[in-house]
């Protein structure tokens, strides 16, 4: 892409996220970010057919910040289990503990296209998993773990938004965090002991700059 190209791109994102942050998922349109951003009609279907790819831009962004914001601070990187349970706590601390990302998280995990806004990105942090812990994985096995994955994190926070389940923010990310591992076959044991190291060390971090939106 040409560095025009990219500027623009990036213009577009930029403006999605102000417009998700006060107006929410649901209610922005891409006209509203076109606005925003102030391009021609014709850019953002260009860049981004779908609303929705644009968030998945977002998501991954996000999450790439994460990572490299704990690469930067971890005197030695652990495996990439470990690694997960830091960023994923990160994750859900920053979106859960604003209302406006609150709001536009819910709206997103209601939305139809849920299930693949984190991918490729965490398509790669699962196959890590089963290479650092020396599980093999077919095709069909990937397959199926992401829409396990997907469908019972999908569920569970449906409820945690509703109301039907009594659980904090802390237990609800280490749960979420250990479904794919559990699917994969790493057992829960190790799901715990990383729960708590990675409420230790990301209770030292100082990640306040890392915004999903704004």
Do not use: W
Not at 24 to 44: C, D, P, Q, W
Not at 105 to 116: A, K, P, R, T, W
Not at 176 to 203: C, D, P, Q, R, W
């Amino acid at each position: 892409m040409y560095p025009k190209g990219i500027e623009t791109r990036d213009r577009i994102v930029e403006a999605a996220k102000k417009i998700f942050y006060n107006h929410g998922y649901k209610n922005s349109t891409l006209k509203m970010i076109t606005e925003e951003a102030e391009v021609s009609l014709s850019a953002v279907p260009y860049y981004f057919r779908k609303k929705y790819q644009i968030v998945r831009e977002i998501y991954n962004d996000f999450l790439e910040t994460i990572y490299a914001f704990l690469k930067e601070n971890l005197a030695e990187l652990p495996d990439s289990y470990q690694l997960h349970f830091y960023a994923t706590r990160i994750y859900y601390r920053i979106i859960l503990g604003d209302d406006n990302n609150r709001r536009f998280y819910i709206e997103v995990n209601n939305s139809e296209h849920n299930y693949m806004l984190a991918y490729p990105f965490i398509d790669q942090v699962y196959e890590n998993y089963a290479k650092d812990f020396n599980i093999p994985l077919t095709e069909m096995q990937r397959q199926l773990m992401r829409m396990a994955d997907g469908g019972g994190r999908k569920e569970i926070l449906d409820r945690y938004f509703n109301n039907m389940i009594d659980i904090d923010v802390d237990d609800l990310c280490d749960y979420l965090t250990s479904l794919a591992g559990t699917l994969i076959g790493i057992h829960m044991l190790v799901a715990e002991k990383y729960a708590k190291k990675s409420t230790e060390f990301v209770n030292t971090l100082d990640y306040s700059h890392i915004k999903i939106l704004i």
